[in-house]
């Protein structure tokens, strides 16, 4: 059986740590018998020979912008098998002005509600809400999210704009605050996958931070999200 190939994409907004955030996977990988290669822009998006011999693209790249040449060379190998996933902004903030790519991902982080606003000082804590990642029925039988149950964190809560192609395994929602501009709870999707032709998407919402990254079950989730995305032999 011929090595699997992942490709790692980073880059974009220093914030999230791109560096370090995908070095915390690259053993998972190299245990679970990928050949990875890493690069540090989407230029490589372009080269479809490159693509069409790649099992596994792990992008993390905050905003950032993308040419179209690149998001259709990324959606073409996704649709004919390459799998495709990310957490956090490094892939559901991407490329905010590609609406090609939010249409391969099909969810669009919107914001991060904050605390009332005495509480704030000026830090990214400001961002950091105590919330949970509840597992709907299909992610408690699904192999991203099975055997894992509802995550408490102290974080950024993303409220995500999606539709309804995407299959969600966790939600988390948004309380109506006093001073907040929104009348009752909105509950987001925070852990999704997405079929698009032969290839699979996966998204994880939580990821702001490495500590986010190293909860034992955020990290399980995007090891096994990087395992059931990878090429299938039908996608072969």
């Not at 220093?14 to 915390?24: C, D, F, I, Q, S």
């Not at 792990?58 to 996933?85: D, H, K, W, Y």
């Not at 669009?108 to 000082?121: D, I």
Request: net charge negative; with cysteine; charged share 20%.
């Amino acid at each position: 059986m011929a090595q699997r190939r992942a490709l790692v994409v980073r880059g974009g907004w220093e914030g999230h740590e791109p560096v370090r955030a995908t070095e915390l996977f690259l053993p998972f990988l190299e245990r679970s018998g990928y050949a990875v290669r890493i690069e540090e822009s989407t230029d490589v998006y372009a080269d479809a020979d490159e693509l069409a011999a790649t099992d596994l693209v792990v992008q993390c790249v905050t905003m950032s912008q993308i040419t179209p040449e690149q998001v259709a060379g990324l959606s073409a190998a996704v649709a004919a098998g390459t799998g495709f996933t990310g957490w956090h902004g490094g892939i559901v903030d991407s490329f905010r002005m590609s609406s090609d790519y939010l249409h391969l991902v099909g969810g669009q982080f919107a914001t991060h509600p904050g605390k009332e606003p005495c509480e704030r000082h000026g830090g990214a804590e400001d961002n950091f809400l105590p919330h949970t990642i509840r597992l709907t029925d299909l992610g408690r039988e699904h192999p991203v999210t099975a055997g894992i149950g509802d995550v408490e964190l102290v974080t950024e809560q993303y409220w995500v704009l999606h539709d309804d192609l995407i299959d969600v395994l966790a939600t988390t929602t948004h309380p109506a605050r006093p001073w907040q501009p929104w009348h009752r709870p909105v509950t987001s999707p925070a852990i999704w996958t997405r079929r698009w032709g032969a290839g699979r998407v996966v998204v994880t919402t939580p990821g702001h931070s490495l500590d986010v990254l190293e909860h034992p079950s955020i990290r399980t989730v995007i090891e096994r999200g990087m395992v059931w995305a990878t090429r299938t032999a039908s996608a072969s």
